[in-house]
């Protein structure tokens, strides 16, 4: 887990019965690297397949680094915002230009709780989207299920055939200055990437 995000004591909890069966089964939860997938059965949007993938937080940046490549090598949309906010979609920008401007702030991104980020590409006949959640887990929609997967490998993160996600758990988010004190604020890094990409909130 991210420096900013860890496990409730009893006492930070608000009163329920079954705090202690929750708190317990939440010790026991699969919460490990590693990736599941499931084919998108739908057909409604144009993906194969959707991936969730856990990795330590130590290495989030390079795994989402080394994701961007499945997407084509043309423009695409950022999006990211403040938790429990509607995040933003950016116009389409090249693609390199969206990771500069995303690695400015790789630091609070990869850590900051509050702060959600990814890519989007999505034309008539192809969904490609990369998302990092506020609890620093990944979500992915693709097309290339054999690339995906032996970039999985490649990185070392496993298959698995089920996993817990923090957030399926109560937790505690802190701020990241207490922990990184030249951290950005995550209002700041949104307004930073506002400015990048244009973004004019009064508008939305």
């Known amino acids: 887990m991210p420096v900013t995000i860890r496990v409730p004591l009893p006492e930070?909890?608000?009163?329920?019965?079954?705090?202690?069966?929750?708190?317990?089964?939440?010790?026991?939860?699969?919460i490990e690297e590693g990736f599941v997938y499931t084919a998108n059965e739908t057909q409604q949007l144009p993906f194969t397949f959707y991936a969730a993938i856990n990795v330590n937080n130590s290495r989030l940046w390079e795994v989402f680094t080394a994701l961007s490549?499945?997407?084509?090598?043309?423009?695409?949309?950022c999006v990211y915002g403040l938790y429990e906010e509607e995040p933003v979609t950016t116009d389409y920008?090249?693609?390199?230009?969206?990771?500069?401007?995303?690695?400015?702030?790789?630091?609070?991104?990869?850590?900051?709780?509050m702060?959600?980020?990814?890519?989007?590409?999505?034309?008539?006949?192809?969904?490609?989207?990369?998302?990092?959640?506020?609890s620093k887990y990944?979500?992915?929609?693709?097309?290339?299920?054999?690339?995906?997967v032996q970039l999985m490998l490649d990185l070392g993160i496993p298959q698995k055939t089920k996993l817990a996600f923090i957030d399926e758990y109560p937790k505690i988010t802190e701020p990241l200055r207490r922990f990184v004190p030249n951290a950005q604020l995550?209002?700041?890094?949104?307004?930073?990437?506002?400015?990048?990409?244009?973004?004019?909130?009064?508008?939305?």
């Not at 084509?72 to 949309?77: G, K, R, T, W």
């Not at 702060?115 to 990092?132: D, I, N």
């Not at 990944?138 to 995906?148: L, M």
């Open 12 to 30: 930070e909890m608000a009163h329920r019965v079954d705090i202690e069966e929750l708190l317990a089964r939440r010790k026991l939860a699969p």
């Open 69 to 77: 490549q499945l997407f084509p090598d043309e423009e695409l949309s």
């Open 93 to 113: 920008f090249p693609k390199q230009q969206v990771m500069a401007q995303l690695q400015k702030y790789a630091t609070e991104l990869a850590k900051d709780a």
């Open 115 to 134: 702060l959600e980020f990814g890519l989007l590409l999505h034309t008539k006949a192809q969904l490609v989207e990369l998302f990092v959640t506020e």
């Open 138 to 148: 990944i979500k992915f929609w693709g097309s290339d299920k054999a690339a995906f």
């Open 186 to 204: 995550p209002q700041t890094v949104v307004y930073g990437l506002d400015r990048a990409f244009g973004v004019d909130r009064s508008a939305l």
